[in-house]
């Protein structure tokens, strides 16, 4: 886990990744952003966070999401007015690190419908080939069923429908990653493939291993840079009433 007193100490060790990355995009090199066993907090957000197609995991890893937490060191003598600020701060960094998310997937893909042929295409290969996968992922600490499909892609395969609006699908999305992070629960590694969140489970999946549809003309949305300056523009003011943990 990537341990941090504050959550803008996140903003800042996502914005300083990126950077990092994309100054060696510019020089022609890939940056593998992988994980063998724990990745949890502000370690899972920065590896969603690396270069497309190099973003691995292991099939053991234990892959954590969650929303902005408290330090517990922070809570003391906490007064009415102190909760309510400490509340909007959370909300705020929630709102901000999910943006942000769904701004790299846009800009990655190029397009909200590229995301959608992206993600039903993974959808695709997961649900055809779950029997195999679960057995492939069953580990000495967790075990898959490979008979049952799991609750997470029946959730998924409710609004990820082919044909769907392009721009409703990616809200939905959005409302999903929502209440997945909500959740702080671990989440199984198929399902983070799917939501675009890692590319490889090595030795069982990889970014080439979903097929897209037949190419589509299609008419590119507006650039979406990730502009993490903006991100994080407001942070300090906000930060110095409370201090958040991503633990």
């Known amino acids: 886990s990537f341990p941090t007193r504050r959550s803008s100490d996140l903003i800042d060790a996502l914005e300083y990744l990126l950077r990092v990355i994309d100054k060696f995009s510019k020089q022609g090199r890939a940056v593998a952003v992988g994980t063998n066993f724990l990745c949890a907090s502000a370690a899972a957000f920065l590896l969603s966070m690396g270069q497309w197609g190099q973003r691995r995991v292991d099939r053991s890893t234990l892959l954590l999401f969650h929303s902005a937490r408290i330090d517990s060191s922070s809570m003391a003598g906490m007064t009415a007015a102190f909760s309510t600020n400490l509340s909007q701060v959370l909300n705020t960094v929630d709102r901000k690190l999910l943006d942000v998310m ?9 397009s909200a419908q590229a995301l959608v042929d992206l993600v039903l295409a993974r959808i695709r290969y997961i649900d055809t080939h779950w029997k195999q996968l679960a057995s492939d992922l069953t ?19 409710k609004w990820a429908r082919p044909g769907a609006d392009a721009q409703k699908f990616v809200l939905e999305m959005k409302k999903h990653l929502n209440l997945r992070l909500q959740h702080d629960v671990r989440m199984d590694l198929c399902e983070a493939y799917v939501l675009c969140l890692i590319d490889e489970i090595a030795g069982v999946v990889d ?20 502009d993490m300056h903006e991100a994080s523009g407001q942070k300090q003011a906000v930060y110095d009433q409370a201090e958040c943990a991503m633990s």
Not at 143 to 155: C, S
Not at 216 to 221: F, Q
């Open 102 to 110: 769904m701004n790299k997937m846009l800009f990655e893909t190029g």
């Open 139 to 157: 580990t000495l600490t967790t075990a898959t069923d490979g008979n049952r499909k799991p609750d997470w892609l029946k959730a998924l395969q």
């Open 207 to 226: 970014a080439d291993s979903a097929e897209l549809d037949s190419p589509k003309a299609v008419i590119a949305d507006e650039p979406l840079p990730i």
